[in-house]
């Protein structure tokens, strides 16, 4: 897997394994000299000295993006933000970059996709702000997929996700296809392989691609009852979406048959059995009652999914019955 850089439009992504140790220099180099930065312990543990050493260093809370951004966003001096962890971190720094106007350089240590969208919600107070997406992404895949195998295996199926509801809302289009296709035949080809063997480039190219194909198609079905579910149930992001995923491709293929197909080949398995195909990649059958969901919210979980505008980007957007066997099917 070659290493690039890659200008595209305002933002620069530079992918190479290294990029978290030379972060400073890259930083420096392309005009991030004074920043705050937003991580978490475990992803600082991972950090060069010179970026754990920042003086003006947040860790972020646990918790839903707003709250978490909302409880830190007084202390970040401005809205110039190095944002290194996960998806959560990510969104939180774009978060805080929305209500002030700034910037921010991601730095990724999951197969989030955060790094590649403008997807994220915003702080109490600052609804209607425009969304942010990073200017700077330094991506390096050691860091990506350094999580042990089960959370890495949940992280790809969420990178994977992204690849696939490109393929059939209102907004699809060739480069989407291109990219989502191409990220998830890299996804699932470097988790066919034997952990010590796998290539960790093409399972971290593999989500870029797939979060570049959400970023510009959108999402429908799939992400709308994911987010729904994390957000009412408390249930962790990426073990939702693998929990989720091997359904709602199975209440797709009936919806976009062509393409659920393009995606199964991508997958290599045909498209009859999308479901098993996304269940051996993820590592085995993942269920919403292992995940600590609470059954009796599931009734909040289809109201509120059934009120999210982005279901209707779904072809034949399903009905609040469909839902609840879907996520009867997932428990």
């Known amino acids: 897997m070659k290493n690039f850089t ?74 110039v933000i190095v944002a290194l962890g996960g998806g959560r971190v ?100 470097a988790l066919d392989q034997d952990r010590g063997e796998r290539d960790r480039a093409a399972l971290a190219l593999g989500a870029i691609l797939c979060a570049y194909a959400l970023d510009s198609a959108g999402y429908a079905l799939h992400h709308v009852l994911c987010q729904t579910l994390v957000r009412v149930c408390g249930t962790p992001h990426a073990e939702t979406n693998a929990a989720v995923l091997p359904l709602s491709m199975e209440a797709m293929r009936a919806r976009a048959l062509d393409a659920i197909s393009s995606l199964a080949g991508a997958l290599g398995t045909p498209p009859e059995r999308i479901s098993d195909r996304i269940e051996t990649l993820a590592g085995g059958r993942l269920r919403l009652g292992e995940l600590g969901a609470d059954r009796d919210l599931l009734d909040q979980v289809v109201e509120a999914a059934s009120q999210r505008p982005e279901l209707a980007r779904t072809p034949d957007p399903p009905s609040g019955a469909e839902l609840s066997a879907i996520l009867e099917s997932a428990w």
């Open 90 to 189: 990510i969104d939180t720094a774009k978060a805080i970059a929305a209500a002030h106007g700034g910037r921010v350089c991601a730095i990724p240590t999951t197969l989030s996709g955060a790094e590649m969208t403008a997807t994220h919600r915003l702080p109490p107070g600052h609804e209607g702000r425009p969304r942010v997406r990073p200017a700077l992404v330094l991506a390096d895949p050691e860091a990506m997929t350094g999580l042990p195998e089960a959370g890495l295996r949940a992280s790809a199926m969420n990178a994977l996700a992204h690849g696939a509801e490109p393929l059939y809302t209102p907004f699809a289009n060739p480069v989407a296809e291109m990219a989502a296709l191409r990220g998830a035949g890299l996804l699932s080809g």
């Open 6 to 79: 890659w200008q595209d439009g305002e933002r620069l992504v530079v992918f190479r394994p290294g990029a978290l140790r030379d972060a400073p220099d890259l930083l420096r180099r392309n005009g991030w000299e004074e920043f705050d930065l937003l991580s978490t312990p475990r992803a600082l543990d991972q950090a060069p000295h010179e970026l754990q050493a920042v003086g003006s260093c947040h860790n972020v809370p646990h918790g839903p993006v707003p709250e978490a951004a909302h409880a830190i966003m007084g202390t970040v001096r401005g809205g």
